[in-house]
């Protein structure tokens, strides 16, 4: 082994500095960001069996969170209840509170329908429709039954915001599916910002993605974060760290009966939790030890 | 500020409120629709069945299992189905024997031995897929042609077993292919990795395993088998027949063809009788139709 | 316990090739025979329908056969022009797939997204039963049940006939619905996860989600359903047989008239005693020639849409 690689020499030795990748963005920016989701002592179940149990986070508006964790630790459940997608699950019973700009989501007179067009979703893989490239950005519009003055400048300005105009402007009409997995996961984020939600969830939106493909999603995650306010699970913490503002580390967790739940360990400023984590199993996982 | 960010405000119409829970009648409008094309489907099944029950109530007793008497005209009321079950049950017996151990053999070259590369295989999957789709009556056409003139069985028993045989060939071989394809590739391994030959693999292994699957599609074939009427017209079937066959070289009668003569008649009499004979044949497929559905339900995704 | 096991004395000597296993050979050569049976059929199937033809050829000029709108070849003054028989067949299928395409799809749609799994459980059983209800019952139903009840209602004074082209239709296009309905949903159901996902994901309700998205990218999966149903209709012998009658001679001019399709002409003629290779006897094969040439394109044309449909999602 060559001291020189970074990555192994953290896995090796876990003395400071814990993170390798520079944290590029604080939560601390200086500007106040108002809470827009708030989670209260949720839990999700499947069944019978809780998934997650006693979460309680929130998350800012125009800033990026990360979700981090070890598979089956409960992130990707916990980010799809923000956008009610649990509910498309037979069985799927979110207990506590999710607020929305102090709305509770699952209130009863809350419409599951208006509340996935203001948080939009992105997906570990992408899954654009069989459909030309113009018409799956053009779809969000249309089913929402959005007034659009222009659904060319529309669909120009998602692609533009989402860094693929210029890739794509000559092949609108051709299928989206001839597309690289790069760019394909690119299209899904321009569809996503084609309905103007104010939330975006993402779902490891890099899993399936080169190195190249994956530098240019997370620049442009920076860049939405602008407009938008961001969360995202992963399962690479050099991603987290580089891209977000505040991280959650979820883990797994035996209860007395023997029952696994993925449980909260730690919510903090990024730059905080990579470098001085409060909790020793965080410390663990980021610096390699399990997970 | 651009054309396009212009074209960004000029969208943001403020959507409706989050909290109101808008009704959206065009969706349940929808469901209903889809609902309706359900309930037409069903509603059709039951009404045949009740249809059925209720014409030929009169006549479903043991009169059912009397023959067809002679000046049949004059007896009406005496009149049974015997010869078309006994009829029914030789045929359809003579139709497993041929079709299910011809069907699975074929399967089983195909899934367990068969290079899907040749191009000759693939012929092979393409005639059986063609095969599927060929008219039943052009089945009868074969066996009149080809089997009952050129080879000479004449319009007896065996030629109608025969071409019901081949009539049901693909569907015994495609449900057969989709249970062995269903067991494991782990399983054909291990064997292998035990110096098993490839026939004992798939004795010992393959087809044990997949005796379940194979089951449901040889009954369902069967079932089929025995609701068809066509070829049979064209092969002898429609005469009246009032005796039993006794041999593989016998005339013939089956109960959908005697039904379809009894539909000819103008009695009123007879026309209940068909009904009773509708409802003897309808409880039989209902029968063998269950078990397949038990057979596949309890043994289905054991891996 | 090592010295228990016995292995070959010299471990290479018998992975050498050239070990011959009869038995293997021989059961090989049964399956070969096995499947050759399928290909045997389907030769046997063109011998038996093309020979005969060739020699009705002979006989009657192939244009008349197709042009000329007069079918009596039983009878005295004879003609052997087959469009009376087409045009019946048409007009029952046209009739079967008007009613089969949107019952079966909407069901197709209602099962694979709205239905619970446990309502599918129970439904789909069900539908099967529709579809293993023998030809001639759906034939005795429409005839004696359907039939009256349709000339009862019947607003203009012009009733269907005793036995008529629409109601045979009526009843095949029920037959043909689980056909339809359970390959459309076959298709419905290979529609990936994901897309209904990203669908739900972008505010779609779930009208949006089966209209907009998984039924065009089922499309071709669902047309080869339609297009099986079609050839289904096209050969099915005894609703037609029972219900429509064996009437031949003229074009029907409107469905409810009484009048032969090509099948059931086939086994109107075939259940007489015609004298074999006599010309009356020939038509049989001439028509079931017919009849064989059409389904087989269709049934080519469904497993080409499959094909195209598996190649995007398999």
Same mark, same amino acid.
């Given at each position: ?6 990555? +192994? ?46 979460? +309680? ?161 997370? +620049? ?72 | ?303 | ?178 056909? %339809? ?9 290979? %529609? ?21 998205? %998984? ?100």
């Amino acid at each position: 082994m060559t001291p020189s690689d970074p990555k +192994d020499a953290a896995m090796t030795h876990p003395a400071p500095p814990l993170i390798t990748t520079s944290v590029r963005l604080s939560a601390d920016d200086g500007v106040a960001h108002e809470p827009v989701l708030t989670l209260k002592d949720i839990s999700v179940f499947y069944g019978g069996y809780e998934a997650v149990r006693g979460v +309680d986070m929130d998350m800012a508006g125009n800033q990026i969170t990360a979700l981090i964790g070890p598979s089956g630790c409960g992130k990707s459940t916990v980010l799809r209840s923000l956008n009610r997608m649990n509910d498309l699950i037979p069985g799927a019973r979110v207990a506590g509170t999710i607020s929305y700009h102090g709305q509770n989501l699952y209130a009863r007179e809350v419409d599951p329908i208006e509340l996935r067009r203001r948080i939009g979703m992105v997906f570990q893989k992408p899954n654009p429709f069989p459909k030309s490239i113009y018409d799956n950005i053009a779809y969000g519009p249309r089913v929402t039954g959005m007034k659009v003055t222009s659904m060319n400048d529309l669909v120009e300005q998602a692609l533009r915001d989402a860094a693929l105009w210029d890739e794509v402007k000559d092949k609108l009409k051709q299928s989206a599916l001839a597309l690289s997995g790069g760019q394909q996961q690119r299209l899904c984020i321009a569809r996503t910002i084609a309905v103007r939600p104010e939330v975006i969830l993402m779902d490891e939106p890099c899993s399936a993605l080169d190195p190249i493909a994956t530098g240019k999603i997370e +620049d442009l995650m920076i860049n939405l974060a602008a407009d938008y306010t961001i969360v995202i699970v992963t399962h690479n913490m050099q991603q987290a760290a580089r891209v977000s503002h505040r991280t959650a580390f979820f883990t797994a967790e035996v209860d007395e009966a023997g029952v696994r739940h993925g449980r909260l360990v730690e919510y903090e400023d990024t730059n905080k939790l990579f470098t001085n984590p409060n909790h020793k199993r965080t410390e663990d996982y980021i610096t390699g030890r399990f997970g | 500020m651009t054309a396009a960010a212009a074209a960004r405000e000029a969208v943001i119409a403020p959507p409706p409120s989050l909290t109101q829970r808008r009704i959206r009648p065009g969706e349940l409008l929808f469901r209903l629709a889809l609902q309706f094309c359900l309930l037409v489907a069903f509603a059709f099944l039951v009404a045949l069945i009740v249809f059925a029950v209720y014409k030929g109530w009169n006549r479903l007793d043991a009169r059912l299992w009397q023959n067809m008497p002679t000046g049949r005209a004059s007896r009406v009321e005496a009149a049974g189905v015997q010869s078309a079950i006994t009829g029914t049950l030789w045929v359809i017996a003579l139709t497993a024997l041929i079709s299910l151990p011809t069907g699975i053999a074929s399967a089983i070259y195909l899934e367990e031995y068969a290079d899907n590369t040749r191009w000759y295989n693939r012929l092979l999957e393409l005639n059986i897929q063609n095969l599927a789709g060929v008219p039943s009556i052009v089945f009868g056409i074969l066996g009149l042609g080809l089997i009952a003139r050129v080879i000479g069985l004449g319009f007896t028993v065996i030629t109608a077993a025969v071409v019901l045989s081949l009539l049901v060939l693909p569907t015994v071989i495609i449900a057969s292919r989709e249970a062995l394809r269903a067991v494991p590739q782990s399983i054909r391994q291990a064997s292998y990795a035990l110096g098993a030959t490839r026939w004992q693999t798939t004795s010992r292994q393959v087809l044990p395993a997949a005796i379940p699957g194979m089951a449901t599609g040889a009954i369902l074939a069967l079932s089929r088998a025995l609701g068809e009427a066509a070829p049979l017209i064209l092969l002898g079937a429609v005469t009246f027949i009032r005796f039993n066959p006794d041999s593989l070289l016998s005339t013939y009668t089956t109960l959908p063809i005697q039904i379809y003569n009894l539909i000819k008649e103008p009695q009123a009499e007879f026309q209940e009788l068909a009904a009773a004979a509708i409802v003897l044949l309808l409880v039989i497929l209902l029968l063998m139709n269950s078990v397949a559905i038990v057979i596949r339900n309890k043994f289905q995704k054991r891996w | 316990m090592a010295a228990d096991i016995t292995r070959p004395d010299v471990p290479a000597a018998g992975v050498r090739r050239g070990r011959s296993r009869p038995g293997e050979r021989i059961i090989e050569t049964l399956l070969v025979v096995a499947a050759v049976v399928s290909v045997a059929t389907t030769i046997g199937i063109m011998a038996s329908l093309f020979i005969p033809t060739v020699e009705f050829f002979g006989q009657v000029s192939i244009v008349e056969f197709f042009t000329k709108t007069m079918w009596t070849p039983l009878f005295a003054d004879k003609h052997y022009g087959v469009l009376p028989l087409l045009v019946a067949t048409l007009w029952v299928t046209a009739i079967a797939i008007v009613i089969a395409v949107p019952l079966g799809i909407g069901a197709a749609i209602y099962l694979s997204e709205y239905a619970r799994p446990g309502t599918r459980k129970v439904l789909k059983p069900v539908l099967e039963i529709l579809a293993g209800i023998p030809t001639v019952v759906y034939g005795f139903f429409a005839l004696t049940f359907l039939n009256p009840v349709l000339i009862d209602w019947w607003p203009t004074a012009n009733k269907p006939e005793f036995q008529n082209l629409l109601v045979a239709g009526i009843a095949m296009g029920i037959m043909i619905v689980p056909t %339809v309905a359970s390959l459309s949903e076959d298709a419905m159901s290979a %529609v990936p996860r994901s897309l209904r996902e990203g669908a739900y994901a972008l505010a779609s309700t779930k009208m949006q989600v089966s209209t907009r998205v %998984v039924v065009p990218a089922a499309l071709s999966g669902i047309v080869a359903a339609i297009v099986l149903g079609f050839s289904r209709a096209l050969g099915e012998t005894l609703i037609v047989t029972i219900a429509a009658g064996l009437k031949t001679a003229d074009v029907p001019t409107s469905p409810i008239q009484g009048a032969a399709t090509m099948t059931s002409y086939i086994a109107g003629a075939g259940q007489g005693d015609l004298p074999v290779d006599s010309l009356e006897y020939l038509t049989i094969f001439a028509v079931g020639a017919t009849l064989f040439v059409f389904t087989f394109g269709l049934n080519a044309l469904s497993i080409r849409l499959v094909r195209k449909f598996r190649e995007v999602y398999e």
